[in-house]
């Protein structure tokens, strides 16, 4: 039988995940579009890229810079467009903090 004590654990790790990627993708979302795109795109994939490649080199992995955008490029917007959407962020963060760990 599952906790009451797990359950909880585990919705208040959700609920933080969906409000910090709504306030993520609303900072990042200068023009209120409700897409990342242009300047926006690329501010994220930086940022996101510094993130990725220090937490991989402090465990030990040796990727270049190159690498971690191709991929992350491949996560957060998995159809190419060179847009991210916030269903997409939200679709896709988790999967990219957690490769991090």
Known sequence: MVRL???????????FFVCLTHRLFKTLDKDKSGVLENAEYKTFIDEAAKYMLSDLTKAG???DDSTIRDWLKTWLDPNGDGKITRDELKANLKAVLDAGE
């Open 5 to 15: 004590e797990t359950v909880i654990k585990k919705l208040t790790s959700i609920l």
């Open 61 to 63: 992995h040796d990727y």
